[in-house]
């Protein structure tokens, strides 16, 4: 080899390297700043991805650039989602929607198979709900079910919190798996096909099953219900007034489901086809219309099936945004972040890095996910750094495997919640338990799904 070319291969390595510490840096940078210094995820992230941009050589300007074009990206894409899902599950609890599925199911369960069926009412409420929600929502559900019940309240609680937690981390339209679902740029409803195979057995081994083992472990009271005189006249008054059928509020849990569903079957049956039907398929199932109707069929089975006038569905509707500000500031942050990356051309050399690696895609990409949720304590930070820095990654492989790797990143997501994360703090004082106590129940619940996940993920890997 000559001169000219040591010297090119040397510089060559010289500019990968510096690329890669400035990565590294980069991150390491929000992590302190979302954990250290206490600044807002949207905020770390935004000055994160400009400095790591300035870093590797970009410059100032086009740093900026990078970060505005791939927030506004992200925002096209999933922000829509996220608002049409916010929306969704508010007019869901409002409507008492959700106490109807509740009541139901657990009205239909005895002693021995209430802790299954906590599971599914969690999965099911979790489907369309964000994790805090549907989290606020289940709590007064799990004591009082437990109290009733006598069993043990971890037997209650654990069952549930696996359905909703895995929900939130596998299941579009939740916005981690929409958030990577995007930047991995992966078939949206076959995504949720595999997600729905991968969260039950996680959710029975998480839920059902560990619950027994969290029972021995912990066995505390069942707490009181912290409630006002106006509370308990509030709920009164909900149970009084008129709710939606059973069957009216699942379907329209499950609308969206089953038409992006729908849409991902026709296009394995017959992609290139131009028929009617196929387009019809292709339309309704596109995740924009999928969930906008979801909000118009919930306005009428939930909303008119509730009871609920023009004036109340319409207020329902408004209060669900304000809430969910700093979830689509995030998930636009994390855009901008993955656009810096794929510009300074870090995000190809972090690929190659990856592709020469004795260990599987998906176990790197789980890997990736774990790092940042237990430095950050925030799945969805996670879920969206992961997803920017192995996106390179996911254009080299089959779509299925790029749905794979949705998955992988969030089963890595939800690994070990511990103390810098704040659904660590509300499960803990909702169930009146320790710091020591949550750590043996909610964290090794957490980590169990987590690892129980990236089975599924490798083992469905190895098959299709």
């Known amino acids: 080899m000559g001169t000219a070319s040591l010297l090119a291969a040397a510089d060559s390595a010289g500019h990968d390297a510096r690329l890669i510490t400035a990565a ?14 206490k600044l807002h995820p949207f905020l770390a992230l935004a000055i994160g991805a400009v400095g790591v941009g300035i870093a590797a050589g970009l410059g100032a300007t086009d740093s900026v650039a990078a970060f505005v074009e791939g927030f506004g990206a992200t925002m096209g894409s999933v922000g829509i989602l996220i608002g049409f899902g916010a ?5 869901l609890a409002d409507s008492g929607g959700a106490d109807r599925v509740v009541d139901t199911l657990v009205g239909r369960s005895g002693p021995r198979t209430l802790p299954w069926m906590m599971a599914l009412v969690g999965a099911v409420i979790g ?30 609680a654990i069952p549930t919190l696996a359905g909703l937690s895995a929900m939130h981390g596998l299941v579009p339209p939740h916005p981690g798996p929409l958030v ?13 096909a595999l997600g729905v195979v991968v969260a039950i057995p996680t959710v029975i081994v998480a839920g059902p099953l560990f619950s027994k083992l969290a029972a021995r472990w912990v066995d505390v009271p069942v707490p009181e219900l912290y409630v006002t005189t106006e509370d308990l006249e509030g709920a009164e008054a909900a149970a009084e007034r008129q709710r939606p059928g059973f069957a009216a509020t699942l379907a329209a849990i499950l609308l969206p489901v089953v038409l992006m569903l729908g ?12 028929a009617a039907a196929k387009n019809l398929l292709d339309f309704l199932g596109t995740p924009v219309v999928a969930l906008g109707l979801a909000v118009l069929a919930g306005m009428a089975l939930l909303g008119r099936g509730g009871g609920m006038d023009r ?3 319409a207020s329902s509707l408004e209060s669900s945004l304000p809430p969910i500000a700093g979830i689509l500031l995030i998930v636009g942050a994390g855009g901008g972040f993955k656009q810096v990356l794929i510009d300074t051309g870090i995000a190809d050399v972090i ?9 599987p895609v998906l176990f790197l990409a789980w890997l990736v996910a774990v790092l940042i949720r237990v430095a950050t304590g925030s799945a969805t930070v996670a879920t969206v750094t992961a997803s920017g820095i192995l996106a390179p990654v996911a254009a080299e492989l089959t779509s299925t495997h790029v749905s794979l790797m949705v998955l992988a990143i969030g ?16 499960v803990k004082e909702y169930l009146g338990v320790s710091v020591v106590q949550n750590l043996k129940t909610w964290t090794v619940m957490e980590c169990i799904i987590s690892v129980t996940g990236l089975a599924g993920v490798l083992a469905l890997s190895a098959f299709i």
């Open 263 to 274: 849409k991902a079957i026709a296009d394995v049956i017959a992609p290139d086809s131009e």
């Open 311 to 313: 004036k109340a569905i």
């Open 24 to 37: 590294v840096v980069g991150v390491a940078a929000i992590i302190a700043m979302i954990t250290w210094l």
């Open 87 to 91: 929306m969704f599950g508010k007019l």
């Open 180 to 192: 990577a679902v995007s930047a991995l740029n992966a078939n949206l409803g076959l995504t949720l």
């Open 127 to 156: 489907l369309p709900m964000f994790f805090e929600i549907g989290l606020v929502l289940l709590m007064p559900v799990i004591i009082l079910v437990a109290r009733r019940s006598g069993l043990s309240l971890m037997r209650i």
């Open 411 to 426: 089963s890595g997501s939800l690994f070990l919640s511990h103390v810098n994360d704040a659904g660590f703090w509300l």
């Open 351 to 359: 690929a190659e890095a990856i592709k020469g690696s004795a260990l």
